[in-house]
T-cell receptor
Framework: QLQLKESGPGLVKPSETLSLVCSVSGASINDYYWSWVRQFPGKTLEWIAY???????DYNPSLRSRVTMSLDASRNEFSLKLTSVTAADTAVYYC?????????WGPGTLVSVPS | EILMTQSPATLSVSPGDRVTLSCRAS??????VAWYQQKPGQPPRLLIHGSSIRATGVPARFGGSGSATQFTLTINNLQSEDFALYYCQQYNDWMTFGQGTKVEVK
């Protein structure tokens, strides 16, 4: 059974880099596309990025200059880095299986950036 | 950016009702629309993709339809576990979500 779990600091200072890891069990990370999606406090959802081990990847145009996603097949996990964060980046961050639709999701992790 | 507009914002219904949720795209997205259900404290759950294809394990009472700019999620014989927040999403041009429709107890 596929399980995903996000991990990372719950509090990031303004201007610093947000770093999250998604651990995958029950499937090989090489077999699917993987994504990051966030949900703001007002419940709006925003797709951040997707990636495949073959190198196919894309980022939300509004975040492209600040986002990096990577996969680590040896650990069966993937990660997200978002630079120069502000309070507007405060959200629940989800990892998911899928490129354009999320078929399986992690429980999410709240990341707060104080203003 | 393609805007997805859902209506209504809140739907007050009773168990057993037939419920229709609407989603309008700001430009044509073909059938590249998905629907998700979200309950408090949980991640979204994929219900429908390709406008009308039920995801694995989704009950048959959930149905999706539409193309171009108008889409509908229908829930027949609403069950108690169906009270939740529902989002539409387009993936024709990047991925964007509607603001959600809350299905609440009347």
């Amino acid at each position: 059974q596929l399980q995903l779990k996000e991990s990372g600091p719950g509090l990031v200072k303004p201007s610093e880099t947000l770093s999250l890891v998604c651990s995958v069990s029950g499937a090989s990370i090489n077999d699917y596309y993987w994504s990051w999606v966030r949900q703001f406090p007002g419940k709006t959802l925003e797709w951040i990025a997707y990636m495949h081990h073959s190198g196919g990847a894309d980022y939300n145009p509004s975040l492209r200059s600040r986002v990096t996603m990577s996969l680590d097949a040896s650990r069966n996990e993937f990660s997200l880095k978002l630079t120069s964060v502000t309070a507007a980046d405060t959200a629940v961050y989800y990892c998911a299986r899928g490129m354009v639709t999320g078929h399986y999701w992690g429980p999410g992790t709240l990341v707060s950036v104080p203003s | 950016e393609i805007l997805m507009t859902q209506s209504p914002a809140t739907l007050s219904v009773s168990p057993g009702d037939r419920v229709t949720l609407s989603c309008r795209a700001s430009q044509s997205v073909g059938t590249s629309v998905a629907w998700y259900q979200q309950k408090p404290g949980q991640p979204p759950r994929l219900l429908i993709h390709g406008s009308s294809i039920r995801a694995t394990g989704v009950p048959a009472r959930f149905g999706g339809s539409g193309s171009a700019t108008q889409f509908t999620l229908t829930i027949n014989n609403l069950q108690s576990e169906d009270f939740a927040l529902y989002y539409c999403q387009q993936y024709n041009d990047w991925m964007t979500f509607g603001q959600g429709t809350k299905v609440e107890v009347k």
